[in-house]
């Protein structure tokens, strides 16, 4: 079992700037992959980013080169570093975590809405 805690949601004006973060209940060196979804209203849930333990990053287009996801193996936290923000990023981030067996956790989501 893995517990997932997000934290970092807010409001923004476009352009601005939230960091996510999603601490794991256990060391993230035995997780394969953690990543960032979202879920718009009427929308499905899409994946933003994700990395692996070995480092493999990967971005959904639509957000390449203005968020950044980054992990502290120390801290057993992922962050979603999210800069010039834009309304179609609102929606509700979910941290994700798949284990070496190919367990599937989430977290409870946390709200991001960027509106002027």
């Known amino acids: 079992q893995v517990q997932l805690v997000e934290s970092g949601g807010g409001l923004v004006q476009p352009g601005g700037s939230l960091r996510l973060s999603c601490a794991a209940s256990r060391s993230i060196y035995t997780i394969y992959a953690m990543g960032w979804y979202r879920q718009a209203p009427g929308k499905q849930r899409e994946l933003v980013a994700a990395?692996?333990?070995?480092?493999?990053?990967t971005y959904t287009d639509s957000v390449k080169g203005r968020f950044t996801i980054s992990r502290d193996n120390a801290k057993n936290t992922v962050y979603l570093q999210m800069n010039s923000l834009k309304p179609e990023d609102t929606a509700v981030y979910y941290c994700?975590?798949?284990?070496?067996?190919?367990?599937?956790?989430w977290g409870q989501g946390t709200q991001v809405t960027v509106s002027s």
């Open positions: 990395i692996t333990s070995g480092d493999t990053i």
């Open positions: 994700h975590a798949r284990t070496i067996a190919t367990n599937d956790f």
